[in-house]
């Protein structure tokens, strides 16, 4: 593997131009480059849809410490899935607000498996997962 490449692809003008803007404003070489990197995103999602592959997804909660039992649900279920919980960083954004991201690593349907459970707990008011992989 390794090296390059070259094939030429058409797409709608509509997205053509969005694409340039795209490519200046998130700092791309070029649009290879940027299309290189959309394709690497999606293929990431199907592989761990798709097979047992390892992959390591990063979760986001924003929850208000306050909703009832939430932080000792939280922590259940950290619990239950503490195997495959690589780290947890915790941040009390005011009086109120606490923000977590959660590293999970583990197969796709385990690490899908904790972060559902941990973004559906009661009382979360938002919850963000990326899913990465070494591609
Ligand atoms: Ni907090």
Redesign the pocket.
Known sequence: MGGVRRFSISVPSELAEPLDILIRTEGYANRSQAIAEMIRDRLIQHVAVSEKEEVIATITLLYD?HRLNLVERLTTTHHAFQEFIAATL????DATN?LEVIVIRGNASQVRRASDALASLKGIRHAQTTLTAVL
């Open positions: 410490h915790h941040i009390h954004l606490c």
